[in-house]
């Protein structure tokens, strides 16, 4: 996993890094977003594009996320590869229309005759103590439209390897960043190969217990499955970093093993991503199972105001009782 | 003090060069040289106009689903898609028949996707004839972001976006001209302003004295023209395209006109407008106003007018019976292609659930 360097990149620097040799090497790449070309974007992202490739390619767009995700499209549809920023996730929904009505639909409306390649880069989730709306975690909103795409890396590495997958995909794909990662994990990136989209990694192997996650929570299902491997736990971790299409394979494959499957992530529970995960793993392994899936998310809630954020999370501590309460029962 | 908030007044004197009764409005002006282009879209919109009555015919016989007509708005469409070249782009709304036909798109395809097929809007591939939109003025960020792209990659062409009234109340249609404007794209914004959207009438949609003059508030140029004039509607057009084309820069034009039949096949219209309104715009009938004035100038006489009818039936009978033919055809293959084309390459769970499909759905392996 992510080995700590002092020099090594922040998931920041990854992404940074993925769009300047992606954009060097194809010049129909183009970023688009609200500050995103002389202030280098509000976390730094797109810093330093603007200055290499020209405000023609690193777009300083208007106020206007529909806008923006539909001239996103409209230049998808004619030989350009647009890398659109939403500034926070939170904002994305004057989008959505644009999303599901034309980059999700246009392959499939002409039968093949146009396609909408482009990716939708968002910060997204809660932990950084941020202002209202900028702290939540809606991947379900867009997993549930067909003919999109939604990946969310973990690390530094798998942000740079997932930002060259998107940007190579000939299909509409959405980076969701986990911003709590953004520059709390540092990682060598050299040699990182883009990733496969459509694949969960394994990150951890024990035969007691498979615990899947992703995002900045998956950080904490590793802390947990350390605390419980002290306690003699043993737990397989998997890294859903596609959310859709959805890998349940490596799950399922582990469920076989241990018999038990605790899903951790930060959206609210109901209708989310953990209730897929549980359905998928029920179709395919559901003889396997000793004990009920279970699952550790946000709560059916708002994010509270920063004071309380803590109190929305995943923590440490109801991911480790869950996982005994699973070993016990 | 007072006296500081004012109103600058738009024009609203639209452009015009028949008058209703194909007259010129301006007996100094020649169109000479445009009669060859009026009888072209004489025949243009006598085409579109038979085939909207035919979509109308079949939809009442329950032969095709719900469409919108565009009967009064034909010389809106063919003037302006008429100034379009073969590799401009052309994004229409829902209600774009007219110009769809004049730009060469099947009127098998048309029947097709009205009869509820997909296959109707299988383009070729890049085919810059976009297909309809549905929701309303979502298609206008395209259109910009369509020539905004032309640009980048170095050609000349423009992206020519059509829309109704109604759209441009919306979020889309602002965010649209401005960032066309700020970003400089050469798009042509073309309004038909119906003075409809269903049943909210423009003075109910926008307290705008006129829609032209939306374009002001973005930094772009703009012009009413009579909608129901084809060559006031082509000059004006042409003149945005050419500023598109030469300077890369967007206009809007928002031309006058009237929808003449139902919003919708699904629409009632006697519940919100008077046949009194109707019948006032019947008598600025488009197609009668060209037909007029070809007469007068000896283009054109009853035994043309004749022929013309009879090859454009003909026309639309082969087309409609080759639509039949193609449904038939559809109808025999397996429905499984409906998971065709949601990606480039069908995912696992896509794979999984089309052959669920195969084992369950209406598909050929059906017994
Ligand atoms: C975003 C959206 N809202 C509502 C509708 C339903 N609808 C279809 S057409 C229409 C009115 C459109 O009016 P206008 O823009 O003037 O175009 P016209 O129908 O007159 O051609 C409405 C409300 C829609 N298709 N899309
Ligand atoms: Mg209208």
């Known amino acids: 996993m992510a080995e700590k360097k002092d020099r090594a990149p922040t998931m920041v620097d990854a992404i940074n890094r993925a769009l300047h040799e992606a954009m060097d090497s194809d010049e129909t790449i183009v970023v688009i977003g609200e500050d995103v070309g002389t202030n280098g974007g509000v976390f730094r992202v797109t810093a330093g594009l603007k200055e290499q490739f020209g405000k023609d390619r690193v777009i300083d767009a208007p106020l206007a996320e529909s806008g923006i995700i539909g001239f996103s499209i409209g230049m998808a549809m004619n030989g350009l590869k647009p890398v659109a920023e939403m500034q926070f996730s939170g904002f994305s929904y004057y989008a959505l229309a644009q999303i599901e009505n034309h980059a999700a639909r246009m392959r499939w409306r002409t039968r093949g005759a146009h396609s909408v390649p482009m990716v939708i880069r968002m910060p997204y989730g809660a932990g950084v103590r941020a202002l209202e709306h900028h702290s939540e975690s809606r991947e379900a909103f867009f997993a549930h439209i067909p003919g999109l795409k939604i990946v969310i890396p973990a690390t530094p590495a798998r942000a740079y390897a997932l930002t060259h997958a998107a940007i190579r995909d000939p299909d509409p794909v959405i980076v969701m960043e986990p911003k709590a990662v953004y520059r709390t994990i540092r990682e060598d990136i050299d040699g990182i190969e883009p990733a496969e989209i459509g694949v969960s990694r394994t990150v951890r192997e024990g035969g007691d217990l498979t615990i899947v996650s992703y995002g900045a929570m998956l950080h904490r299902a590793l802390e947990a499955a350390e605390s419980l491997a002290a306690d003699g736990i043993d737990t397989d971790v998997i890294d859903v970093e596609t959310i859709s299409p959805l890998d349940a394979a490596p799950i399922a494959a582990s469920v076989e093993k241990t018999g038990r499957l605790l899903i951790v992530n930060e959206a609210p529970p109901s209708f989310g991503p953990a209730g897929e995960i549980a359905m998928r793993v029920m179709e395919e392994s559901f003889y396997s199972l000793h004990c009920p899936i279970r699952r550790i998310c946000g709560w059916d809630i708002h994010v509270p105001f920063f004071a309380r954020e803590q109190a929305y999370l995943p923590s440490v501590d109801r991911i480790v009782r869950a996982a005994r309460d699973m070993i016990t029962d | ?367």
């Open chain 2, 1 to 367: 003090m007072t006296g500081h908030l004012e109103y600058p007044e738009p024009s609203t004197k639209p452009h015009r060069v028949l008058d209703a009764n194909g007259n010129l409005v301006d007996d100094q002006t020649s169109i000479d040289d445009d009669v060859g282009f009026l009888e072209e879209a004489f025949k243009a919109m006598l085409r579109a106009r038979r085939f909207d009555e035919r979509l109308l015919k079949l939809q009442r016989q329950g032969a095709i689903g719900t469409f919108a007509p565009i009967k009064g708005q034909e010389a809106a469409q063919v003037g302006a898609a008429s100034t379009l070249r073969d590799d401009d782009w052309f994004v229409p709304s829902f209600r774009e028949k007219a110009a769809m036909l004049l730009l060469g798109v099947e009127m098998a395809d048309i029947f097709l996707t009205a009869a509820g097929w997909n296959e109707g809007l299988a383009g070729k591939k890049g085919d810059r004839r976009l297909p309809e939109t549905v929701p309303v003025s979502s298609q206008l960020p395209i259109a910009a972001g369509i020539a905004y792209a032309a640009r980048l990659r170095g050609e000349d062409t423009v992206a020519m976006v059509f829309f109704g009234d109604g759209a441009t109340s919306s979020g889309d249609f602002h965010e649209a001209m401005n960032f066309a404007s700020v970003l400089k794209a050469p798009v042509v914004f073309v309004c038909q302003n119906n003075g409809w959207a269903i049943s909210t009438p423009r003075s109910a949609q926008t307290a705008s004295s006129t829609i032209a003059q939306k374009a002001h508030a973005y930094g772009m140029p703009s012009a009413q023209v009579d909608g129901n004039d084809v060559l006031a509607v082509r000059q004006v057009v042409e003149e945005a395209v050419e500023r598109a084309r030469t300077k890369g820069l967007p206009s809007m034009v928002e031309a006058l006109t009237y929808r003449m039949e139902v919003h919708t096949t699904a629409d009632d219209p006697s519940r919100y407008r008077d046949d009194d309104e109707i019948e006032a715009w019947r008598a600025r009938d488009p197609i009668t106003r060209v037909e007029t004035f070809l007469r007068s100038r000896s283009q054109i006489d009853d035994a043309m007018v004749e022929v013309l009818e009879e090859q454009i039936q003909d026309e639309i009978d082969r087309a409609w019976a080759a639509t039949k033919t193609r449904i038939a055809e559809l109808e025999e293959q397996s429905d499984e292609v409906i998971f065709d084309h949601i990606f480039e390459d069908l995912t696992p769970p896509l794979k999984r659930q089309r052959k669920d499909f195969l084992k369950t759905g209406r598909g050929a392996n059906d017994g």
